[in-house]
């Protein structure tokens, strides 16, 4: 199962970036799926998770600026950005394959290879 992830760039403080992450024949219906980023020097950490149902699940550093979304029918995962700050800089990984709503990185059994994401 590949997933890859695309949408990242730079941007400014207060703008927004929409993050998409595709996996074609991954079967995204039936697991849940997640954000997470890693910045340099620090751990991967979760952004927000989305469950088969849809319920979701948000690390408190992005609650309310961040939202996650998935379209089953078309096999695609999304994390809509706004107001991005500085310490949101980071590679942002798609991850899939929780059968839990976690932001742990050990929950899940696939992952994409990033997309960069800056703020200054």
């Known amino acids: 199962v590949q997933l890859v992830e695309s949408g990242g760039g730079s941007v400014q403080t207060g703008e927004s970036l929409r993050l998409f992450c595709a996996g074609p024949?991954?079967?995204?219906?039936?697991?849940?799926m997640a954000w997470f980023r890693q910045a340099p020097g620090k751990a991967r950490e979760g952004v927000a998770a989305i469950s088969s149902a849809g319920a979701t699940l948000y690390a408190d550093s992005v609650k309310g600026r961040f939202t996650i979304s998935r379209d089953n029918a078309e096999n695609t995962l999304l994390l809509e950005m706004n107001e991005l700050k500085p310490e949101d800089t980071g590679t942002y990984y798609c991850?899939?394959?929780?059968?839990?709503?976690?932001?742990?990185?050990?929950?899940?059994?696939?992952w994409g290879r990033g997309t960069q994401v800056t703020v200054s």
């Open positions: 024949g991954y079967r995204y219906s039936t697991a849940t």
């Open positions: 991850a899939g394959g929780a059968w839990q709503l976690l932001l742990r990185p050990t929950a899940y059994n696939y």
